[in-house]
């Protein structure tokens, strides 16, 4: 069971990105799909969550209006789409995988590396 999320970068104040979890050795479709992210000097917090069953959506308050989960079966991958991006969004992102959504990250049992975005002008 391996994820790789992609697609971080570096990004202006008030921008857009699209980060990437892409599964290999399993299938998403049974997953719920978990994004956190951790910044410089802190924890690592949830972020967002898909659910396998029915596609529900969760988001942190910090996030929510500005982010958008979603996946596509057919490519085994499942996107963070990232607007109005503020410098407080700057962190690694992580996705991971469990049965079900939570928000917390003791729950997910199956993680991938992380990618870099950074909100700077």
């Known amino acids: 069971v391996q994820l790789q999320a992609s697609g971080g970068g570096l990004v202006q104040p008030g921008g857009s990105l699209r980060l990437s979890c892409a599964a290999s ?18 924890e690592r917090e949830w972020v967002s969550c898909i659910e396998s ?7 942190a308050d910090s996030v929510k209006g500005r982010f958008t989960i979603s996946r596509d079966n057919a490519k085994n ?9 503020k410098p407080g969004d700057t962190a690694v992102y992580y996705c991971a995988a469990d049965a079900d959504c939570s928000t917390t990250l003791a729950d997910f049992g199956s993680w991938g590396q ?7 002008s």
């Open 77 to 85: 991958t499942v996107y963070l789409q990232m607007n109005s991006l």
């Open 25 to 42: 050795g399993f299938t998403l479709d049974y997953y719920a799909i978990g994004w956190f992210r951790q910044a410089p000097g802190k």
């Open 53 to 59: 069953s029915d596609g529900s959506t969760y988001y």
């Open 114 to 120: 992380g990618t870099q975005l950074t909100v700077s």
